[in-house]
């Protein structure tokens, strides 16, 4: 039985990894992916995350991988299909074993809503962001369209205008608070209601 089953292997479940093994606790890492990481390994550049500036996310990711290999971290590459409790105990089921444990960490991470339009994937993290937060500023300056409504609302829109961003598709009845709650930032140029993106493309553009 092991004291601690993590399930995920992204930032947060080797962090998890990480102080579970400083606290001697017996743990299992499982990961969907041959590659620890999560999303950050498909990120051109990580310019926000302290001490480590202009790193890209597929050395970082492998910075905390081996960070948790250092302190002996276990890791088995496998799909979890469920998760059982019997008399106390948890049980997490993968498609090759079945694993007791006094404890899961749920680090399953999340999956960028996407428009499915011809070019997107290809100019993912060249030139298409899914965070105005993280990625404004590789931006400032240029022209920019924001698409959709993003679940932070204003935090997002605000990050987003203030990062210079001249463009934005926007959901009517959040335009009329939003230019009311952001008057000493630039506005956008242009707001367009009821269109359905088709297409992206443009060169491939590294974040500077």
Not at 76 to 97: A, K, L, M, S
């Amino acid at each position: 039985m092991y004291d601690i089953i993590i399930i995920g292997s992204g930032p947060a479940g080797l962090a998890a990894a990480i102080y579970g093994q400083r606290a001697g606790l017996s743990l299992l890492v499982i990961e969907k992916q041959p590659m620890s990481g999560g999303q950050i390994i498909n990120t051109y550049e990580v310019d926000n995350y302290p001490g480590l500036q202009g790193m890209d996310g597929f050395e970082l990711a492998t910075k905390f991988r081996t960070h948790a290999d250092a302190l002996g971290a276990s890791f088995v590459t496998e799909v979890v299909r469920g998760i059982e409790t019997v008399d106390g105990c948890h049980f997490v089921v993968t498609d090759q074993n079945r694993y007791e444990t006094r404890t899961i960490v749920l680090a399953t991470g999340a999956v960028h809503r996407k428009l499915g339009v011809p070019g997107e994937d290809a100019l993912s993290g060249m030139g298409v962001s899914y965070c105005a937060t993280c990625d404004g500023a590789f931006f400032r300056g240029k022209d920019v369209a924001v698409i959709g409504l993003p679940d932070r609302r204003l935090g997002e829109k605000t990050a987003a205008v203030v990062e210079g961003k001249e463009g934005m598709t926007c959901t009517r009845e959040e335009i009329e608070m939003f230019c009311n709650e952001l008057p000493r930032y630039k506005r956008p140029r242009e707001i367009i209601f009821h269109e359905i993106p088709r297409n992206a493309t443009g060169k491939i553009e590294k974040p500077k």
